[in-house]
């Protein structure tokens, strides 16, 4: 049978840290299997955590600790869907906490280098399918947004 699942490369060689704080924090999370790394690898300490399998919200995901040569950058994120702005705003605390990052329209960056799009459910209902004058509206205030606001989502939504 085939799988996919990502794959991060994280160049601080902090994979095992950053699986632990997801099995942590995130619902549905856990480390699985952790491999040490062998003399001879480049990047790693022979003994210490070098492929890391671990599970965020549900989805299997590979870490690998190889030492600095490639950087994770926003281009890959993990969409985390919330349920509302309480959600919204413990996971943007959470995850911009302790060296993590900020960014536009949702999107942070936590301190290990993974990017995530902290999102509430209510962005993807009021933009619909972004056809009518609401809908764009609501993506027009999200575009001035970095953590995602609710309140002014539905303001921009009913016009006001």
């Known amino acids: 049978m085939v799988t996919v ?33 062998s003399e001879g690898i ?23 600790n ?13 969409y985390l869907l919330c349920d509302g702005q309480e959600e919204v705003d413990h996971y943007w605390d959470l995850f911009t906490a302790d060296g993590g990052k900020p960014g536009p329209c949702g999107w942070c960056t936590d301190r290990f280098g993974v990017s995530w799009q902290v999102i509430p459910k209510q962005l993807e209902e009021l933009c619909g399918d972004y056809s009518t ?5 609501t993506v027009q205030a999200m575009l001035t947004m970095s953590k995602i606001d609710v309140a002014a989502l539905e303001a921009a939504y009913a016009g006001e």
């Open 5 to 37: 699942r990502p794959h991060l490369w994280f160049a601080d060689n902090d994979a095992h840290e950053a699986a632990a704080f997801y099995a942590e924090h995130v619902p549905g999370s856990r480390v699985g299997n952790v491999l040490t790394a």
């Open 42 to 64: 480049p990047g790693v300490v022979a003994g210490e955590p070098f492929i890391v399998e671990f599970t965020v919200c549900g989805l299997d995901v590979v870490g690998l």
């Open 66 to 78: 190889a030492g600095p040569d490639l950087r994770l950058d926003e281009a890959f994120s993990f």
């Open 133 to 137: 004058a609401a809908n764009q509206r």
